[in-house]
């Protein structure tokens, strides 16, 4: 799971399905790819990261909260 990418689209009170419309997929593709079970796409992960103006790496990558 993209706890970070689960994290800022709650903070901006946006659903799977609106994400899923950003990035030109299904909700259902979406929950998929968030849940770690698909991979984003390059060019999916660059439209997340001008959505949220933040570096790739802090949005995708799993952090240790240890």
Known sequence: MYSNLTKLRK????TQEQMGQLIGCSA???NRKER????FRISEM?????HFNK???????KYDSN
């Open 11 to 14: 903070e901006q009170e946006m």
């Open 28 to 30: 259902s593709n979406y």
């Open 46 to 50: 660059e439209i997340i990261k001008k």
């Open 36 to 39: 770690g079970k698909m991979n």
């Open 55 to 61: 570096p790739l790496d802090e949005i995708f990558l």
